[in-house]
């Protein structure tokens, strides 16, 4: 069964390795939390879609000051705006982020598929959890910026 | 001799992050060519001469990086091409699915210039 503690790890762990290697950065875990209907989102949101034993959606979401500065380190230059690099980029981590999640919960849940990433900016948006779960999420700080990794996963049989 | 390079990836941003990381290992990099899946890869292949090795992710659309190592393996013209694959899919079954379809290594995401240069010296020989 997938508990807190293996989900928090999982992401903290794949998290911090995609941050520190690819972009030389480096993030400071904050208090994870659940919820069950988020409010409106405005900025940047990377989502994937997930398959196997388990079902569900991963989602990477940051302000458009983050998703530039993780672009900015991606590429070693000053983004400002968002662009379709900043998009793309973002979109990248979040592929790295839940790539490396869900292979360390395979030992846990048993191996998923991913698809890949589609990646949303606007503002005053809405997320609903594709299943009757609330959402995990795990927010992380960057000096002054932050984003949060979320996850809703099910056994398939218990959509 | 320089090496000539395709790289193979649905993201730009990751196409120059992989191209930054080969240009900061010992080799001699030359051309680098782009792909943005596996059917402009294999359209790159049929057009240009000269790579010399392939970087491939695995999780594209339209071909996937585990179609498009099949269908090299599988040409006349191309069957012996290095082919590396760079990919977020890391899980054990995976690994051993590229290994039996002639992958001549497998770097997983996220990853450093040390470990493109070692891929590119053990896929060269």
């Known amino acids: ?159 | 001799m320089p090496v000539n390079v395709l790289i193979v990836d649905d993201s730009a941003v990751m196409r120059k992050i992989l191209e930054r990381s080969l240009r900061q290992t010992q080799a001699e990099i030359g051309k680098v060519l782009e792909a943005g899946d596996g059917v402009e890869a294999l359209q790159v292949l049929g057009s240009q001469d000269g790579v010399n090795i392939v970087f491939s992710d695995v999780n594209m659309p339209n071909m996937d990086g585990l179609e498009f190592l099949r269908q090299v393996r599988q040409s006349d013209k191309h069957k012996g091409l290095p082919v590396v694959m760079v990919t977020t899919e890391g899980t054990e079954a995976k690994v051993m699915q590229a290994v039996s379809l002639g992958a001549d290594g497998y770097i997983r995401k996220p990853f450093t210039s040390v470990q493109i240069q070692q891929a590119l010296e053990k896929a060269r020989g």
Request: a negative charge.
């Open chain 1, 1 to 159: 069964m997938l508990d807190e503690q293996s989900l928090t790890q999982a992401v903290r762990q794949a998290t911090a390795a995609v941050f520190s290697t690819m972009l030389n950065l480096q993030v400071d875990a904050l208090e994870n939390r659940h919820v069950s209907d988020p409010p409106p989102d405005t900025g940047v949101m990377a989502v994937l879609g997930f398959t196997g034993d388990w079902v569900g959606s991963g989602v990477f979401y940051c302000q458009e000051k983050m998703a530039c500065r993780l672009s900015s380190a991606m590429l070693m230059t000053e983004i400002t705006q968002i662009t379709d690099e900043v998009l793309d980029g973002v979109g990248e981590v979040a592929n790295m982020v839940m790539g490396n999640v869900k292979d360390g919960l395979s030992t846990v849940i048993g191996p998923l598929a991913m698809s890949v990433p589609t990646v949303v900016f606007g503002r005053n948006f809405q997320t609903r959890p594709p299943l009757r779960h609330s959402w995990f999420i795990a927010p992380f700080q960057v000096g002054e910026d932050r984003f949060e990794v979320r996850l809703c996963l099910s056994p398939k049989d218990n959509k």
